[in-house]
């Protein structure tokens, strides 16, 4: 089993920034990679970026330049660096961890950009 804990969310004006972190702790030895998602009032959850056991890096197109994903795998801690936050980017944020077996999600926590 693994647990995900996030923290980080807050409220913050347009053109901001937010640093989310989420700790993982349990058997981490079978996951292959760490991700964040968010969901939006009344949209479908969708991936913001994700970074492999490998390394590999990936971004939705709309939080590129903007968003960084990062790991300290001493702290078994992900990181989502949010800058330049746009209205558009208020969601519920959960971090994602791909098992070998299966999926594993946080709580969640809110991100609310105010305009």
């Known amino acids: 089993q693994v647990q995900l804990v996030e923290s980080g969310g807050g409220l913050v004006q347009a053109g901001g920034s937010l640093r989310l972190s989420c700790a993982a702790s349990g058997n981490t030895d079978n996951i292959n990679g760490f991700g964040w998602y968010r969901q939006a009032p009344g949209k479908q959850r969708e991936r913001v970026a994700s970074?492999?056991?490998?390394?590999?890096?990936s971004y939705t197109s709309s939080v590129k330049v903007r968003f960084t994903i990062s790991r300290d795998n001493a702290k078994n801690t992900v990181y989502l660096q949010m800058n330049s936050l746009k209205s558009e980017d208020t969601a519920v944020y959960y971090c994602?961890?791909?098992?070998?077996?299966?999926?594993?999600w946080g709580q969640g926590t809110q991100v609310t950009v105010a305009s």
């Open positions: 970074i492999l056991k490998n390394g590999h890096i």
């Open positions: 994602h961890a791909e098992g070998s077996f299966r999926d594993y």
